[in-house]
């Protein structure tokens, strides 16, 4: 059964950086024809797609943060990262990590259980 | 970027009644769509992909159809427990975006 965690700081100041990781486990992230992609959801709000990265390491971002974010991969620690720069309190948000791919039955079909993140000083 | 619209945005209906959520896309997305239910504190769960493909586990009033722009999904008898929020995802192009969810709530 595969499962995605996210873990990182729960807290990031102003204009810092939040820094986020998923851990895959029951597959491989380098599996030919996933992709693995984050998505935020401000308290109240709806879902935002932030990036993905490819089983190959392509990656692709939301237009509106692709200035300030970077998703990578560590295939030897089987997990991928987020990295936000420059944080506001507009980033404050529940961060989810999901597996989807060039088929349709795997797109966002796995989710984390989500982590939220505070932007305060 | 491709905008997703979905109306309404909220809705109120009975148990039993047939309800129904629309999201057009600004351009055609063939059938490059899926739909998320979320309850609210929990994970978002996919209901529906490639446009009318039932996710297994999940009853059979929900189902979904459309394709190009428009795309509707529909609870044939809404039950108390369907009382939850509902996203559509095109992922035809990057970057992938959500529709601004449908929040259902039982009169």
């Known amino acids: 059964q595969l499962q995605l965690q996210e873990s990182g700081p729960g807290l990031v100041k102003p204009s810092e950086t939040l820094s986020l990781t998923c851990t895959v486990s029951g597959d491989s992230i380098s599996s030919n024809s996933y992709s693995w992609g984050w998505i935020r959801q401000p308290p109240g709000k709806g879902l935002e797609w932030i990036g993905s990265?490819?089983?190959?390491?392509?990656?692709n971002y939301n237009s509106s943060l692709r200035s300030r974010v970077t998703i990578s991969a560590d295939t030897s620690k089987n997990h991928f990262s987020l990295t936000l720069s420059s944080v506001t309190a507009a980033d404050t948000a529940v961060y989810y990590c999901a597996r989807h791919g060039n088929t349709y039955d795997v797109m966002f079909d796995y989710w984390g259980q989500g982590t939220l993140v505070t932007v305060s000083s | 970027d491709i905008q997703m619209t979905q109306s309404p945005s909220a809705m109120s209906a009975s148990v039993g009644d047939r309800v129904t959520i629309t999201c057009r896309a600004s351009q055609g997305i063939t059938d490059h769509l899926a739909w998320f239910q979320q309850k609210p504190g929990e994970v978002p769960k996919r209901l529906i992909y490639a446009a009318s493909s039932l996710q297994s586990g999940v009853p059979s009033r929900f189902s979904g159809s459309g394709s190009g722009t428009e795309f509707t999904l529909t609870i044939s008898s809404l039950q108390p427990e369907d009382c939850a929020t509902y996203y559509c995802?095109?992922?035809?192009?990057?970057?992938?975006?959500f529709g601004g969810g449908t929040k259902v709530e039982i009169k």
């Open positions: 995802l095109q992922h035809n192009n990057y970057p992938l975006t």
């Open positions: 990265i490819s089983y190959s390491g392509s990656t």
